[in-house]
């Protein structure tokens, strides 16, 4: 393993942050999170076309740069950086890897193309009401009758569903627990029978839907009622995907707290030099540190497709989570009352630490998961 980033990595950081903060000030993302779509089509089209973003770790053979999660994991921190308003993160990583993980060849050579060129997007409808993001979540039902599939059931909180041409499917095909008969299925997002209800959440910078199926024509992706190792391993990706963003989120309100206690000034010298506040930057610190450190470390796990991502996913995911929201709790503090105001940005990487903590599970499902999962 190799603990620097190589000049390749490096020049992509610097070429991605330089496009993402042109186009995704916090004007733009507050701009965004009051619209329905939750994103803007032209910067979403620059960044397939110009910046080849949406394949960046899809394989060549599928329309994709074929890089690694490494690269992917650079390009999640500076967008968790900026806060992009974007379906990023639904159609590359959670839809994309899905189709990856479960697909057959042919079908990824007809769905991987659009997701990598950002004609289409794509979302996973996995959770449900009962918000669970274990296999006993899964409650959907698929029906076979003269080798046609239909769909009945609902989904929530499905990251940009409502944007979605394309909607992959976690369904259950026998059995109501447990991984018994876990399938997935592809389809669109339009199609009749599908009711897609936008949702208002805390965090409007990543939009959810609600995603109601009845009787809806669905054709199987890979094989059904053989679904759950592909989705197991989907969802260890998004978690390392997802520590990876919080990485660049953190790191921000870092450098905000740093930067502002030693312009601020109190009693006649800056607020940094106060021990208290010296305290809380030193202990975020550490803490941005270690969960950088982590997600990188799971970031290469992913990429060599490494024995130790399932305990490594769970672990970066735990950690930063956790370490994500401190940072933004006391990035609030250290500005006092201008923290607290609708007008300074803090209290959106705040709103966004805390969705992120509960996506994907939050630490203390995680922590379980890798005390399972190392066989505690």
């Known amino acids: 393993m190799n603990f620097a980033f190589s000049e390749e990595q490096e020049e992509l950081r610097r070429t991605v942050r330089q496009f993402l903060e042109s186009k995704s000030p916090s004007g733009e993302v507050r701009r965004l ?200 391993k989907t969802l260890d990706q998004a978690a390392v995907a997802l520590s990876n963003e919080m990485v660049g989120g953190a790191q921000f309100v870092l450098d905000q707290s740093v930067e502002y206690a030693k312009v601020r000034v109190q009693f006649g010298r800056p607020i940094g030099s106060f021990q208290a506040i010296k305290h809380k930057c030193a202990d975020m610190l550490l803490e941005v540190e270690s969960g950088k450190s982590a997600a990188y470390y799971a970031a290469w796990a992913a990429a060599e497709d490494n024995d130790e991502l399932p305990v490594v996913a769970s672990l970066a995911k735990a950690y930063i989570s956790e370490a994500y929201f401190h940072a933004t709790a006391e990035n609030i503090q250290i500005h006092g009352g201008i923290g607290f105001t609708w007008e300074h940005d803090a209290h959106l990487y705040f709103k966004r630490a805390k969705s992120s903590e509960i996506f994907l599970g939050d630490a203390t499902y995680h922590r379980e998961l890798l005390a399972q999962r190392i066989g505690i």
């Open 33 to 232: 999170m009051d619209t329905t779509e939750g994103y803007d089509p032209a910067v979403w089209k620059q960044m397939g076309q110009e910046l080849g973003l949406q394949g960046l770790h899809i394989p060549e053979e599928y329309g994709g740069q074929g890089y690694t999660f490494i690269e992917l994991g650079i390009v999640l921190e500076e967008m968790g950086r900026v806060l992009l308003c974007a379906p990023y993160f639904a159609s590359v990583v959670l839809a994309g890897n899905a189709i990856l993980n479960a697909g057959t060849d042919a079908q990824k050579q007809a769905l991987l193309p659009g997701i990598a060129s950002g004609d289409t997007i794509a979302a996973l409808a996995f959770t449900e009401p009962s918000g669970k993001w274990g296999a006993d979540g899964i409650t959907l039902t698929a029906k076979e009758s003269g080798g046609a599939w239909t769909i009945d059931g609902e989904k929530m909180f499905v990251i940009d569903g409502h944007n979605a041409d394309l909607l992959v499917v976690v369904a259950r095909t026998q059995g109501t627990s447990g991984t018994d008969g876990i399938s997935f299925f592809t389809v669109r997002g339009d199609a009749e029978g599908v009711t897609r209800t936008p949702l208002s959440t805390m965090d409007q910078t990543r939009k959810q839907s609600r995603v109601e199926f009845s009787g809806v024509a669905a054709e199987p992706l890979g094989t059904p009622g053989e679904g759950w190792p592909a989705l197991s």
